[in-house]
């Protein structure tokens, strides 16, 4: 254990511990941008510097491991000029479209902005132009208006261990791109969206359906395999316009693309509410009931005339493990067959 | 005892080949068969490739060496070779009038060579050559009689600092990286060689590359490590060649690979070729390039003595700080530490360059004068103009203005002034360059180098150069100089690494010693009559004689006038490209 002393109050913290992770135990608000806590450090957007006796020149606390005896200083009138600077520099390179930018009120630039009150700019300057140009349909890519934090990279590489972009050019050209600037080309888990602390990266399907306002978040568990995902439909009107997972989910707030992007079938109007029943060559909604029955009556038809063995059931990895586990136990010992298994067998 | 021998010595380093060494030595393989000189003196007459001698601009440099006495011939082409050959050698009647003459020799006399000893005297692609003036000596040394920590002690005695430009002592880096305990350790020798205008590794590796592998395999010793990477950029492709062909040859005789001279220690080099980014001579940033990453530095501490390549200790040095250590370890610690100063001691190899008469490669003891260097090593200024300031320490680096000029060259005389040491850049400015567009010239190149991982050097820097642009087109605002000063001392204080830290360098120290420059410029002047934008060219009617070469020659047809009288710029159309002032043979032709 390592003891420290951050703006005067002492903590002690395990070895390894950096500054940042210190002063947030000890409650203490320390800007940041490129940080993210569930991916390694990166040290680029400087906002998180802090004074530490001994030591010249700011250090960034993101990146800073905790010594024995260490005396930080997170707030001085230096840091915050320096803060300040920083923030107008980012701005100045920067759309500044807020007005009609999908993440306003849920986007970190921002918010650091109306923090530090910065109403004009001491900074002006050539802005980075870029198109946009991807296919795809579900990430939005905005570039002008990133600010290379990076976490986008560090997310695909470290969590998603896909790689698809990554920093390329120099100096002020520097950008994030895939390799030789094709269009985006990946599982569109959409990681990189959800870890955006600006509005570079949006989903597409979520243009001018609601931003903050007037939106309910629902948390609920994902459907689409028996992972069970944590996640939290945002609503608005009565319409899931965005999903996105917490942090202190088990999931840890991560999602793959189904889970992110495939909530369109709940409001489509070719969703199947009810069973249905093929008659007379058409398809008719029935009753739960009327279908069950239908079902065991067929089942208990044919396993009497072939025998249980001409019936086989598969699985869907949409179920819950007791889900599955109840229908093997039903093939099994109610059917009376071995014939059974489930899509994600592989 | 004379030796009765012949010796030629062409200058076969990057500057010698490209003034046309190879050539020159074919020319002499011929003549001298010819001549039938090879098989009169048989075995005695040898023809040797060496490295620089620092005084490129007289390339190629010919030692011709008879019967003991030694001739240097400068700016020699093949075609001169067969006098050379039948009138020094045969008749033995050198040819004076292209020998060297006394600037040659003023170049070297106050110099004092340590690294660049053997550069220019030895064959850097022969390792019998090196052997032959006590090559491999200090490694036998090191490892038969020394143990790591006294070799550590040494080195720290000697007071020799990074000579790659922040001046960490060296001893003392080796020192912390043995006392870590791990099972792997790596050194790495930095040969990202990448201020523009300078060439002191590429000089030492082409020169000698026997002791940058030498210093290396030492320092291994004493920390503790049996991999070194040499990174080193892709386009010095001689550097790389000859520093290929000596790790063979190392190994060859044993003083590379497993069990070094028969001890227990092993150790062997790797090449990493840098793909030409000025970043990667930041040491994270190297070993980020060298685990196959992109080039972008990461955040100290952790340090690399403690986690380093692959998160292993790791120890950089500069080529220039290795290929010291064999001469200190034979030499012994006292011998070096009598070169210098109190705080920085031994030599220091500069490249001098800019506005200068002689320029070069140098290696000076750490305390001259840039006076000296300046006037007695350099001869002076070209053209016998005035010297407005000295830019060291490349883009990192800072100005120090002509009135300082008796200011000693070392690491802590140079910081008290604003700029640095650093790698080893010394480029020398007359009354005719604009301090603001040096300024200008070195944030260019920063800005286009930044590796743009942290907000201060990617859009901080940008926006200094958008500032100083506007400055020299006569955009200026009263406020920019202010602002410039500010931006630049935050770009210092929050940049992640060493770039970002000193980028705004030049800058500052222009803006320190010629505010009244900048002031100019926002007066719409350009003192030295650089920036185009600030000028005006204008046709001085009682000199003109009206003979239309102006007018001929200015390609936007600004000129007009008739014949034999006075003729006219219109400011309107000129674009001001100087070439009616050029032309002009009766200095008719102004500007300002």
Known sequence: ?346 | MKDKGIRINICMGTGGIAAGGAQVMEAFKKELRKAGIKASVGKRCTMHKVGCRGLCAKDVLVDVVKDGNKFTYQFIQADMVPRIVQQHLIENNPVSEWLVGEDYHNFHNKQVKVVLSDCGNIDPEDIEAYIKVKGYEALKTVLKKLTPEKTIEIIKKSGLRGRGGAGFPTGTKWEICRGVEAEQKYIICNADEGDPGAFMDRSVIEGNPHAVIEGMTIGAYAIGADIGYVYIRAEYPLAVERLKLALKQARKKKLLGKNILGTKFSFDIKIKLGAGAFVCGEETALIASIEGERGMPRAKPPFPVHSGLWGKPTVINNVETLANVPYIIRNGDKWFSSYGTEKSKGTKVFALTGKVKNSGLIEVPMGITLKEIIYDIGGGIENDKALKAVQTGGPSGGCIPAGMVDIKVDYESLAQVGSIVGSGGMIVLDEDDCMVNVAKYFLQFTQAESCGKCVPCRIGTKRLLEILDRITKGNGKETDIELLEKLGNDVKSASLCGLGQTAPNPVLSTIKYFRHEYEAHLKGKCPAGVCKDLLTYYILEEFCKGCGACMRACPAGAITGERKKPHKIDPEICIKCGACFEVCKFKAVGKE
């Open chain 1, 1 to 346: 254990m390592v003891k420290l002393t951050i703006d005067g109050k002492t903590i002690t913290v395990p070895k390894g511990t950096t500054v940042l992770d210190a002063a947030r135990k000890l409650d203490i608000p320390i800007p940041t941008l490129c940080h993210h806590p569930k991916l390694t450090p990166f040290g680029g957007c400087r906002m998180c510097i802090v004074e530490i006796k001994g030591i010249p020149r700011p250090v960034t606390s993101c990146t800073t491991p905790v010594t024995e005896g260490m005396e930080v200083i997170t707030s001085s009138p230096r840091l915050e000029d320096l803060r300040k600077t920083i923030l107008e520099l980012i701005l100045s390179d920067h759309p500044n479209d807020c007005m009609v930018c999908e993440r306003a009120g849920d986007c970190t630039l921002q918010e650091l902005a109306y923090f530090y009150g910065i109403k004009e700019n001491r900074f002006q300057g050539e802005r980075r132009r870029y198109e946009k140009r991807d296919g795809n349909p579900f990430i939005e890519r905005d570039m002008e208006k990133c600010i290379l934090c990076g976490r986008c990279v560090k997310v695909c590489s470290e969590v998603q261990g896909v790689g698809a972009i990554d920093f390329a050019y120099r100096g002020f050209n520097a950008k994030i791109c895939p390799p030789y600037e094709h269009d985006l080309d990946c599982e569109f888990c959409g990681q990189c969206v959800a870890v955006c602390p600006t509005g570079a990266l949006t989903g597409k399907m979520w243009a001018l359906k609601g931003r903050q306002k007037e939106i309910k978040e629902v948390d609920t568990v994902c459907a689409y395999c028996g992972t069970g995902c944590n996640i939290t439909l945002h609503v608005r009107r009565n319409e899931v316009v965005r999903v996105t997972s917490k942090e202190n989910t088990w999931n840890e707030g991560w999602l793959c693309v189904k889970g992110r992007f495939g909530y369109k079938f709940i409001n489509s109007p070719d969703r199947l509410k009810t069973p249905l029943i093929k008659k007379r060559g058409k398809f008719k909604e029935v009753s739960w009931e009327e279908a069950l029955d239908y079902t065991a009556k067929k089942l208990n038809a044919i396993k009497k005339k072939y025998g249980p063995d001409s019936i086989g059931g598969l699985s869907s990895a949409r179920c819950t493990t007791e889900e599955n586990y109840l229908f093997q136990k039903f093939i099994r010992a109610v059917i009376g067959t071995n014939n059974v298994d489930h899509c994600a067998r592989l």
